[in-house]
T-cell receptor, first 115, second 111 residues
């Protein structure tokens, strides 16, 4: 069964350092999402891509977070500088297209701890 | 705005007990409704979904019925197993939009 690949699985970084996460969606999936899940809460959308274009980044803290999907395939989410409050699980998901008729598949996530 | 409210946990049940996890939603239009499950240290896995009113989603013994009149999508299972221990998330999505997740309900099943 096809999977959404994310790396690393775990990352510990010091406050004020830069950190990056990588996501490789299922082949052919045009829509890609990054979600942040704080411990004890549900995931919240950070950014949505359609191919290489950002469709929604209204909840992305743009002063420190950036995301790209240069060739419309894999994607990178970066935080610089990291803050203690950024400690969370970062989940990537992909879909053939936006809309509830299409299946969404989530990756296993990257657990970030900022110390 | 759109939102999902689910019962707070944690929930602890004995094996073979009946499970209900309540979920209600607020949304304009006609959202699709989902239940996702998250095992420790893992990402989200789709458990079941329903795309229109009165639809029943089912998978692995779990069921949920899309009730538009009560704006609910309660998750049920007749006989839980230890392997069902996980966190369960109710979620909604409308075409072209993002998922809105509830805060999650932790389930522990004891032998």
């Amino acid at each position: 069964e096809a999977e959404v690949a994310q790396s690393p699985r775990y990352k510990i970084t010091e406050k004020s350092q830069a950190v990056a996460f990588w996501c490789d969606p299922i082949s052919g999936h045009a829509t890609l999402y990054w979600y942040r899940q704080i411990l004890g809460q549900g995931p919240e959308l950070l950014v949505q891509f359609q191919d290489e274009s950002v469709v929604d980044d209204s909840q992305l803290p743009k002063d420190r977070f950036s995301a790209e999907r240069l060739k419309g395939v894999d994607s990178t989410l970066k935080i610089q500088p990291a803050e203690l409050g950024d400690s969370a699980m970062y989940l990537c998901a992909s879909s053939l297209a936006p809309g509830s008729d299409y299946g969404y598949t989530f990756g296993s996530g990257t657990r970030l701890t900022v110390v | 705005g759109d939102s999902v409210t689910q019962m707070e946990g944690p929930v602890t049940l004995s094996e073979e007990a009946f499970l209900t996890i309540n979920c209600t939603y607020t949304a304009t239009g006609y959202p699709s409704l989902f239940w996702y499950v998250q095992y420790p240290g893992e990402g989200l896995q789709l458990l079941l979904k329903a795309t229109k009113a009165d639809d029943k989603g089912s998978n692995k013994g779990f069921e949920a019925t899309y009730r538009k009149e009560t704006t609910s999508f309660h998750l049920e299972k007749g006989s839980v197993q230890v392997s069902d221990s996980a966190v369960y998330f109710c979620a909604l999505i409308k075409t072209g939009n993002q998922f809105y997740f509830g805060t999650g309900t932790s389930l522990t099943v004891i032998p």
